[in-house]
């Protein structure tokens, strides 16, 4: 039978289960080869902007940072171009994202998580040469994005995570991350939806000294905590938007924040406060990164360096109150409150609290938090 | 052959061609993805230590926490699947049966929604059921409740999940059981009224029985997307509302712990499809047509 008429007789007849069987693994498996020959580490080349492809820039970016002012450099270096903004939850997002097969140029992770993308062969490294800025970073925090002798990540903005809460409605007795497991505000506490926020929480009201690296009996510990007060929790929230919309509804009253997300809800007039708990504040700095798989490496670079021009510096620190590496930024262009509370003028700011960490145990954290969610 | 030829029979094969990619590539295709991963065939992150692994299947019988959610999905689904059955059977009574006039624009009201964000629906929903919502404001200027007590339980509850699911999925529910109305042959409830039934007596002995595939089809349009559903727990949930779509949503891309996300995926189609073979049995053996008036 000639392929033609056994393609009519199929046509004529139905497809038979075997038929579709055969197609079905077929493709399956020849999808299945193919991803198999992924995870090879691309070839690595010399950055020219001729070798860029075209298109927009693609950058997997925090919901927020995808502003024009935050890169107006860059807009006006290559005029007409929009870069692209798919959105990042968090690093893990990205992380998965990147993992499993998204295209970007460029992402923004955590320095914490630098050393899980590390081990996969996810980034390639920085020409500095082309990022004319790089130079007013600050030593100590370019330092934390080398790996090998290269720059793999280049450090964009830094900042505090803490408790915040009402003040017309809470009343605190002592600084402290146990207000998020006070019996007190039973059914106006809010806890966070992420891997670590809640176990690390606990553990530093707990007293433990390394909240990202438990052992097995602090993790027990914490895990008993956290089944208990559940109780006290009316939400997880899984968004900045969320939070902001519960506070100020007065639907919950105490939260796990991150410091832009208290700055925006103070300049809506809200009487909200950042607590500098006795256990200290978590610090974190995060940065801009270039996917090993990204096609557009030269214009990368450029974004980079209009990012972390002084005058985007700038607007980031006066619009989110997120401290910049870039030590050319004028603070007394800042509102002096959030200078303050957010330590903008001291260098050493990010070793005052406990620095977010790399997490080598974090599937324990994760499995911690979905046994805690749905009990 | 003649190119032409060729190219007709080309064409004359290719509707039942067409169908059977789009299943392959769409639904086929994928599951074959999501069993690989699920006894180790793939990995994520890729890795060459690809083999099989049943280490998945064994541990979702050992762990309480994902049989309990799912059981918990499986109640959450059943009262939202009830409560929309129970909500639109009177709606597409209404439209089917009883008005004459601007019948379609009248449905096309109760697709209205649709025309807007779910998203926006769900956000609504909590601006609505909040502390200082609409209906708490309500209660206080009513005097149902004291100032600065708002009712607690009406947002980041299951009641919450259960109250924006039926929202959500009465639309789809009202299509099915007006379209099994509106084809019951008018003479039928004629007959019955001449051979002396009431009206109540009618609806229970022929349009009800003649409406109950809609039903049915209502009922599992609503209960299978609700067993899964993640995004309304998420949203209006609160620190009780994680249910098992949520654990599915946090293997994928939180604990990255593909295997055992492929493995629930897996689970959860097998429950649904058992559940549809049980009720397609079920439904083979009361027969599904009106059964004769007696008396």
Not at chain 1, 234 to 244: G, P, S
Not at chain 1, 296 to 305: E, L, S
Not at chain 2, 122 to 148: P, T
Request: hydrophobic share 50%.
């Amino acid at each position: 039978m000639s392929v033609h008429t056994e393609l009519s007789a199929v046509g004529q007849r139905e497809m038979g289960r075997r038929g579709l069987l055969g197609l079905t693994l077929g493709i399956a498996g020849a999808a299945a080869l193919s991803a198999c020959g992924r995870g090879a580490e691309p070839a690595v080349g010399e950055v020219k902007k001729s070798a860029d492809a075209a298109g927009s820039l693609v950058v997997l970016e925090w919901s927020g940072f995808e502003v024009p002012e935050l890169w107006k450099p860059y807009a006006a270096e290559f005029p007409g171009e929009k870069p692209e903004f798919p959105v990042m939850t968090n690093t893990q997002d990205a992380y998965t994202k990147l993992l499993s097969g998204a295209k970007a140029d460029l992402t923004h992770p955590s320095f914490a998580d630098l050393e899980q993308w590390m081990e996969v062969d996810l980034l390639r490294p920085f020409d500095t040469s082309l990022v004319k800025n790089f130079t007013a970073l600050n030593p100590a925090l370019v330092k934390r994005g080398q790996f090998n002798g290269k720059q793999y990540a280049i450090p964009s903005d830094w900042g505090y995570n803490s408790v915040a809460y009402r003040a017309d409605l809470v009343e605190v007795d002592e600084a402290s991350w146990g207000l998020l497991f006070d019996e007190r505000y039973k059914g106006k506490i809010a806890w966070r939806d992420h891997p670590t926020t809640m176990p690390v929480a606990a553990a530093l009201y707990l007293g433990f000294e390394k909240p990202y690296d438990m052992s097995d009996a602090e993790l027990a510990e914490v895990r008993k905590l956290l089944l208990d007060r559940k109780r006290l929790v009316k939400n997880l929230w899984a968004t900045e938007t969320d939070l902001r919309a519960d506070m100020a509804a007065g639907n919950v009253v105490i939260a796990p924040s991150e410091g832009g997300t208290y700055v925006a809800m103070r300049k809506r007039g809200l009487d909200v406060e950042f607590m500098d708990p006795v256990e200290g504040r978590i610090t974190w700095l995060e940065g801009f990164a270039i996917p090993a798989v990204g096609q557009r490496p030269y214009r990368a670079h450029r974004y980079v360096d209009a990012w972390i021009s002084t005058a985007s510096a700038e607007w980031l620190s006066q619009n989110y109150s997120y401290g910049s590496p870039n030590t050319k930024v004028d603070l007394s262009k800042l509102d002096a409150e959030f200078v303050r509370t957010f330590n903008l003028d001291k260098p050493d700011a990010l070793d005052q609290g406990v620095p977010e960490s790399s997490c080598p145990r974090k599937d324990r954290y994760v499995a911690l938090m979905s046994e805690v969610k749905a009990a | 052959m003649a190119p032409r030829r060729v190219a007709r029979r080309h064409l004359a094969a290719a509707p039942a061609w067409i169908p059977a990619v789009v299943l392959v590539l769409l639904f086929l295709v994928p599951l074959c993805y999501i069993g690989a991963y699920s006894v180790g065939l793939l990995r994520f992150p890729p890795s060459s230590e690809a083999g099989i692994d049943l280490s998945g299947w064994t541990g979702i019988f050992s762990s309480s926490i994902y049989l309990d959610l799912f059981l918990r999905s499986v109640t959450v689904a059943a009262v939202v699947a009830t409560l929309v059955v129970g909500l639109a059977y009177p709606v597409a009574y209404f439209l089917a049966l009883i008005v004459t006039k601007r019948r379609y624009a009248l449905l096309l009201l109760v697709l209205a929604p649709f025309f807007t964000s779910f998203l926006l629906r769900v956000f609504a929903w909590k601006v609505i059921l909040g502390a200082n919502g609409v209906v708490n404001s309500v209660a206080y200027e009513l005097g149902l409740r004291a100032e600065g007590d708002p009712i607690s339980f009406l947002l980041y509850s299951r009641v919450a999940v259960i109250i924006v699911l039926v929202y959500v999925w009465l639309p789809f529910a009202v299509l099915p059981i007006y379209s099994s109305l509106e084809s019951i042959d008018g003479r039928l409830m004629e007959a019955a009224s001449d051979l002396g039934a009431s009206g109540a007596q009618g609806f229970r002995k022929v349009t009800l029985p003649l409406s109950l595939p809609g039903v049915g089809a209502a009922f599992v349009l609503v209960f299978v997307p609700s067993l899964g559903e993640f995004v309304t727990p998420q949203l209006v949930g609160g620190a009780n509302g994680f249910m098992y779509g949520n654990a599915l949503q946090e293997l994928f891309t939180t604990a990255l712990d593909w295997k055992t996300g492929s493995v629930l995926t897996m689970f959860l189609l097998l429950a649904v499809l058992l559940a549809a073979v049980v009720a397609k049995t079920i439904s083979a053996l009361t027969g599904g047509r009106p059964r004769a008036a007696h008396g």
